[in-house]
């Protein structure tokens, strides 16, 4: 959190029982503040460095893009808020080394793109441009909010056979109870607080609802779902997962780990396994890779 949210956030608690009104419009600012733009981690480095670079306009904002592999299947990679494209490192060598030709973006105000101010729009816009030029895509992949602007996407247009989904959402509303309930906003102010976002989005919640909301409007249905969620992600929780698997029926796979949390598991051997699986053979190489985890022969 930067400093200017935690004074947000201070402030938030302290004046909600004198304005809950204010306080509603104070907590829109918090919740589409960033901080200070991540940098490469060391055990991310080689693969960033590695990036065929290029830049694509997005909201006024120099969008920096990137490019690894030359395989015939190109996947899109969709980072989350606060995050970059390099946090999917050990999933590029992965997708490179099973032939996939990849591509990533820092959205603006993250990583090394510009600008100040941003919002799911900018992502799915991102995704839009990358599609007319380095598509079609045979598969999306995004991570917490990223994950969700991968399911708006698609569903306006990005054709992708499979989408996977890692820490994520599929509903505006989500985002917001869970920044409600962090808060510990009144009922009140929860309700400026909504309208307040509505209106900078210049946006009706029916028109959200109608846009971003995946699990009320599933994807296309020719489009097939794989779920990566931890039990106990301390910021999206596994209800999230659990009502975007109920909304896409048998097309749609749930694996839950435990113990990795909301960054971590983008890194782990298990989801790394099932990923590759769902990406090359749908749910069936899932549910192929999820029998030998069972089993205990994974990588024998």
Known sequence: ??????????????????????????ANVAFFA????????????????????????????????????SGARAALLMHGWD??????????????????????????AHGDSSGKRTDARDWVAAAQQLAASEGPFELVIGHSFGGFASLAAVREGVQARRVITISAAGS??????????????????SEAFERAFHRRLGISREEGVARFDSVTHPLPADAELLIVHDEDDPRV?????????????????????????????????RVLDAVIAFA???????????????????GA
Do not use: C, K
């Open 237 to 269: 929780t596994i209800e999230n997962a659990r009502a975007l698997h109920r909304a896409h029926g048998e097309r749609a796979r749930l694996l839950v780990t435990q113990g990795l949390g909301h960054n971590r598991i983008l890194g782990a051997d």
């Open 34 to 69: 960033t901080t200070r733009q991540m940098r490469v981690r060391d055990g991310d480095r080689a693969t960033h460095d590695t990036a065929r670079r290029e830049t694509i306009r997005v909201s006024g904002a120099d969008v920096a893009t990137y490019h690894w592999g």
């Open 280 to 298: 090359a053979d749908g749910p069936h190489g899932f549910d192929q890779a999820d029998a030998s985890e069972q089993r205990g022969v994974r």
């Open 172 to 189: 505006i509303q989500a985002f917001h109870d869970e920044f409600e309930r962090m808060l510990r906003l009144s009922p009140r102010a």
């Open 1 to 26: 959190m930067t400093s200017l949210r935690d004074a947000l956030v201070s402030s938030i608690r302290r004046i909600d029982a004198v304005s809950p009104g204010l306080t509603g419009r104070v």
């Open 83 to 108: 995050g970059r494209a390099s946090q999917f490192a050990t999933l590029v060598r992965d997708l490179v080394a099973e032939g996939w030709r990849v591509v990533s973006f820092d959205a603006p």
